[in-house]
């Protein structure tokens, strides 16, 4: 089993920038990858970045160019780095774990909300 948990979430406005934090525990030896999901209101969850443990990062087109994924190993935490954020960016986001298995874990969710 693995746990997650989330932090960092919050209401910022138009353009301006969160860091979103996700600590990992348990099992972590068996993770392959980490990364972020997010679900706005009346819509499908969908990626926003992953990265796997050789390094290889995944980003919706949407968000290319604003948030930047990074692990840091030693602490098993992964963190998005969100800029330049838009109204559009507003969704409860998920830190996700794949693992060899596979199977995948999911935390329980920050809400980030961008308004003015």
């Known amino acids: 089993q693995v746990q997650l948990v989330e932090s960092g979430g919050g209401l910022v406005q138009p353009g301006g920038s969160l860091r979103l934090s996700c600590a990992a525990s348990g099992r972590t030896f068996s993770i392959y990858a980490m990364g972020w999901y997010r679900q706005a209101a009346g819509n499908e969850r969908e990626l926003v970045a992953r990265?796997?443990?050789?390094?290889?990062?995944t980003y919706q087109d949407s968000v290319k160019g604003r948030f930047t994924i990074s692990r840091d190993n030693a602490k098993d935490t992964v963190y998005l780095q969100m800029n330049s954020l838009k109204p559009e960016d507003t969704a409860v986001y998920y830190c996700?774990?794949?693992?060899?298995?596979?199977?995948?874990?999911w935390g329980q969710g920050t809400q980030v909300a961008v308004s003015s």
């Open positions: 990265e796997t443990n050789d390094g290889i990062t």
């Open positions: 996700n774990a794949v693992v060899f298995g596979p199977n995948e874990y």
